[in-house]
């Protein structure tokens, strides 16, 4: 490593104390830069393939789903596998049988707006009048849209949560001064039960005893999954344009990433 003797300090013996060099700042800058330009681009991929399979799987009824041996798109009404299993939304307050939230702070200029955030999924039936199917979702694939609402920090925000399902600052719980100050974004997507859901995934026959009484199974395991809220043209919308941002960003950042590398890696 290249050491700058007019930055190096001593010990007691006399041996120099190398302080990091300033391409090295630049080394570990590229290195994180094109660690997360990466990371976006795969995120980015993803969503562009849950648009592709949003817009042009074939829409079918879930009693022909388990016949068509490839990807199908199934819309029907949700219901828990078993009375009980439902959860409560900590925004909303709503029966579900998954949520996910976000409540982040408005910031101007430099700074961490995200106070917390979290997700719940389980299984859950959905059925169309022809028959029921057991879906299976992960973290992963649920699509949600989300509902957006800003309130008071400290002064609205213990009131509009549940406390016991998320992580909130003391000074929020208290409501003694503290950094919870200004306009509070709440944003939460949910699948409600008896809400009407678009599934897209490769359907089986559900063994026998399965899980909620159902005619048919959707997991991951047998290809990729999708969970939306939305109606599946507005889905793949919102899916594409998410995945064309995050392309972007993503290749911007690994451009920029490699750029820091290749300026201030060490010459041979």
């Known amino acids: 490593m290249c050491v700058d003797e007019s930055l190096a300090s001593t010990v007691p013996l006399g041996v120099p104390v190398p302080v990091v060099h300033g391409s090295l700042l630049g080394v570990a800058a590229g290195i994180v830069a094109t660690g997360i330009g990466l990371s976006a681009t795969i995120s980015g991929l993803r969503s562009v393939i849950d648009w592709w399979r949003l817009s042009t799987t074939e829409s079918v009824s879930v009693r022909d789903s388990v016949a068509v041996d490839e990807l199908v798109r199934v819309r029907g009404t949700v219901r828990p596998p078993r009375s009980g299993d439902a959860v ?7 029966a579900c049988v998954a949520y996910e939230y976000d409540i982040s702070r408005q910031v101007q200029g430099t700074g961490d707006p995200s106070i917390d955030s979290g997700s719940e999924h389980g299984p859950f039936v959905v059925s169309d009048g022809t028959a029921e199917m057991y879906v299976d ?24 949560v549940d406390e016991e ?3 909130l600052e003391p000074s929020a719980r208290t409501g003694t001064a503290g950094p919870l100050e200004g306009h509070v974004e709440l944003r939460e997507g949910t699948v409600d039960v008896g809400e009407r ?3 897209v995934g490769r359907a089986t026959a559900a063994p026998e005893r399965a899980a909620g009484d159902a005619d048919a199974v959707m997991t991951p ?10 109606e599946p043209e507005a889905a793949a919308l919102r899916t594409g344009a998410r995945g064309l941002f995050l392309l ?21």
């Not at 979702?137 to 509009?160: C, D, I, K, N």
């Open 88 to 94: 409560v939304s900590p925004i909303r307050g709503e």
């Open 137 to 160: 979702p992960t973290e992963e694939s649920l699509s949600l849209e989300q509902e957006t609402e800003t309130v008071t920090g400290r002064a609205e925000l213990p009131e509009r």
């Open 165 to 167: 399902r998320v992580d």
């Open 197 to 199: 859901v678009t599934v």
């Open 221 to 230: 395991e047998e290809d990729h999954l999708i969970v939306t809220n939305d």
């Open 248 to 268: 972007v960003l993503g290749l911007g950042l690994g451009a920029v990433g490699l750029t820091a590398l290749v300026a201030n890696a060490p010459i041979q």
